[in-house]
């Protein structure tokens, strides 16, 4: 089974929709350690990309995620917009040529993705950002894909880790971002964006699986 163009129009308006279900938990999250916007600019940030990618005629993967994350970088102030853009150029860079992605293509693309947000955020695990998410979503899913699980278990690892690792967020004292600010008192919240990037992850799996 591989990752189709639809299957990744899904995924990219499946992730809309999460935003959009959980716009007042991630701005909730966010009032706990920043400043209360990070449901809103992620929603701002998605609806103009419906349109958008809804309109894309005759395009490839490639453009689809070049699309959404130019549309992300110009339509949401903060730091979401311009890691958000990152992570989807990173995916529209690395599947460029390609018309169906295997779970090999899909690791590496997502591997790239995380390494870009990584250069341009400078978090590294640990500081509670969204890559203690994203980072172990992209290993677990190499992992699958090495160890030769078919699609569905690599999404659904890839899924689990990304959960897991936003849990983790919680104890965790902010190193980056503006939660940083509140040095100790970050801890015993868990990270917004980390949030984010699971349902970006967990869009992803309900897509191409076509499971909820
Ligand atoms: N340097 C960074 N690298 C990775 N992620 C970051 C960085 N700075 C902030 N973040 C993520 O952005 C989230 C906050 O997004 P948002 O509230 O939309 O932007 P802002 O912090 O500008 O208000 C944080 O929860 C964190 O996960
Ligand atoms: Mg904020």
Same mark, same amino acid.
């Given at each position: *089974?591989? /990752?189709?163009? !639809?299957? $990744? @129009?899904?995924?990219?308006? $499946?992730? +809309? =929709? =999460? /935003? =959009? !279900? #959980?716009k007042e938990y991630l701005t909730q999250l966010d009032s706990e350690i920043g400043d209360a916007d990070h449901g809103t #600019? *992620? #929603?701002? $940030? *998605?609806? +103009?990309?419906?349109?958008?990618? $809804?309109? @894309? !005629?005759? =395009?490839?993967?490639?453009? @689809?995620f070049k699309t959404t994350a130019m549309t992300l970088i110009s339509t949401v102030g903060g730091a979401s917009g311009p890691l958000y853009g990152t992570l989807f150029l990173g995916l529209g860079t690395a599947v460029t040529g390609k018309t169906a992605l295997s779970t090999e293509d899909w690791s590496q693309a997502l591997d790239a993705a995380v390494q870009a947000v990584r250069a341009r955020g400078k978090a590294e695990p640990g500081d509670k950002t969204m890559i203690d998410a994203l980072q172990p979503a992209a290993d677990s899913l190499r992992e699958a894909a090495q160890d030769g699980a078919t699609l569905e278990a690599a999404l659904a690892a890839c899924e689990q880790a990304a959960e897991q690792g936003m849990q983790a967020t919680i104890p965790l004292v902010a190193r980056k971002g503006r939660a940083s600010y509140l040095g100790e008192r970050s801890a015993g919240h868990q990270d917004p964006g980390a949030t984010s990037s699971w349902l970006l992850v967990r869009a992803a799996r309900q897509a191409i699986t076509a499971e909820t």
């Open positions: *089974m591989a /990752i189709t163009y !639809e299957q $990744g @129009l899904a995924f990219v308006q $499946g992730f +809309a =929709a =999460a /935003i =959009a !279900e #959980n #600019n *992620m #929603n701002r $940030g *998605m609806q +103009a990309v419906l349109p958008k990618v $809804g309109s @894309l !005629e005759g =395009a490839d993967l490639s453009q @689809l």
